[in-house]
Every structure is written in structure tokens, then in C-alpha cells.
């Protein structure tokens, strides 16, 4: 009787000692997994914000460029 009580106890550890690895590793894995979604989200944010910055010097330098074209038309000696 105390063959069997000691089995079952060893069994149990065993079996206790087995999920509480598989908990670990599976807390392991999904916090690699939101690391990955966090460092994917930051360089998302950043490419948008360079996006918008190139965009905006663009924009930038068009309106430059027609107004220079807007000087260069009223300066000419057509208008004169």
C-alpha cells in the first residue's frame, strides 16, 4: 500500500513539475510574441512619420516651385 501511495505521489510531482515547465515556456513564447508585435508596431510608426515628413517637404517644395514660376511669369517683358 505505501508502494502505490508513493507512486501516485511521484507521479503527481512529476506531472506538476511537467506543466509547470510547459507554463513557463508557453509564457516564454508569448512574450516573444508581443516583443515581435511591439518592435513591428514602432517601426510602423516610424516609417508613417517619415512618410508624412516626406510628403510635407514635398508639398513644401511644389508651392515653392510655382510660386517662383508665378514671380517669373508677372516679372517677364510681356507684361510690361
Not at 508513493?6 to 505521489?9: E, I, L, Y
Given at each position: 500500500m505505501t508502494m502505490t501511495y508513493?507512486?501516485?505521489?511521484g507521479t503527481t510531482s512529476a506531472s506538476r513539475a511537467h506543466s509547470a515547465a510547459m507554463s513557463c515556456t508557453s509564457k516564454n513564447h508569448i512574450a516573444l510574441i508581443?516583443?515581435?508585435?511591439?518592435l513591428a508596431s514602432i517601426i510602423?510608426?516610424?516609417l508613417v512619420s517619415i512618410t508624412i515628413l516626406v510628403s510635407?517637404?514635398?508639398a513644401g517644395?511644389?508651392?515653392l516651385v510655382l510660386v517662383l514660376l508665378v514671380l517669373e511669369y508677372c516679372d517677364s517683358p510681356r507684361l510690361r
Open positions: 508513493a507512486s501516485a505521489n508581443l516583443d515581435a508585435i511591439l510602423i510608426c516610424a510635407v517637404f514635398v517644395i511644389s508651392i
